[in-house]
């Protein structure tokens, strides 16, 4: 169930990463509106240890809900992506079904190894996820 059913609260939502997680060091995210009914949240998350997500989501909303259209979420340490999420189909790859568009792409050959991504949605916010992640990397 989404939690979120105006813009306004995805925006509160966005803007209150920092003060909600501690290991938010910081965070460029802006929700730019590109419609009336559209807009789009870009930026960076920048946590410990050289870690970072960059972001990109298209969302739409109306009087009772907020939908992630399309995404993609950018995992990186040090300069170097080391995955990332994304939520353009694939549909020769038979591995992906389960999850069909959402796929995470991981090492090896980072851009053609992917894997299914259970966590992510278009109809919740997948940041708590992707936070999550980094959180447990940190305690490594």
């Known amino acids: ?17 920092k003060q909600r997680h501690q290991s938010v060091q910081r965070s460029t995210l802006i929700v730019a509106r590109r419609g009336k ?14 870690y970072r997500i960059t972001l990109r989501e298209r969302i739409s909303f109306d009087v009772e809900r907020v939908v ?41 050959n980072i851009k053609h190894n992917r894997a299914p991504a259970p966590d992510m949605h278009f109809d919740q916010p997948n940041l708590q996820f992707l936070i999550q992640e980094i959180e447990s990397l940190l305690k490594k």
């Open 1 to 17: 169930m989404n939690p979120f059913q105006s813009l306004r609260e995805y925006e509160e939502f966005i803007y209150t990463l």
């Open 37 to 50: 009914r559209t807009a789009i949240v870009l930026g960076e998350i920048t946590f410990a240890k050289g």
């Open 68 to 108: 992630i259209e399309s995404y993609g979420y950018e995992l990186w340490c040090h300069g170097e992506k080391f995955a990332w999420y994304d939520s353009q189909p694939h549909t020769n790859d038979p591995n992906l079904v389960v999850t069909n568009p959402h796929h995470k792409h991981i090492p090896p």
